[in-house]
C-alpha cells in the first residue's frame, strides 16, 4: 500500500532547498556535494539531509506543543526559553505597554490606538482606586 505524501514535509522540502540554495549549497547537482555540506555542517546523516530535501523527511512531532497549549503561552515563547529559538525578546522581558497591548490585539488605527489608550487608563484609574 502507497503512502501519502506529508504536506509539511513537502513544504519543509521547498523551503529547506530553498534556504540551502541561496546559502549557496548545491543542493540540486548530481555530484551530492550541497548533501553532503550541509550534512557535515549540521552533524546530520547525508541520509537524513536528502530525505528532508526529497520531501520524504517525517518532522518529529514538537514536545512542547502540548506544554505551551497546557500554559496558555505561545509555543515560540516556550522555544525561546528553551533556548531553541533565537529573536526577539520574551514578552515578559520588556513592561507591556498600552501601545505594545494595541499592536499585539491587531488595533492599528491611530484613532482606536487612542480610544484604546484612554479605556486602558480609565480602567487601571478605577482599579487604583477600588
Known sequence: MATRPNPAAK???RFVKDAATRAGYAVNSSSGDGVARIAEKTGMSEADIAKILKGEYEIPADPLKPLADALDVPQKDLL????????????????????????????KSPKNVAAFETLVTALLDAEKRR
Open 80 to 107: 525561546r526559553a528553551a533556548g531553541v529559538l533565537e529573536g526577539r525578546t520574551l514578552p515578559q522581558d520588556r513592561p507591556l505597554t498600552v501601545q505594545l497591548a494595541a499592536q499585539r490585539l491587531g488595533i
Open 11 to 13: 513544504n519543509f522540502a
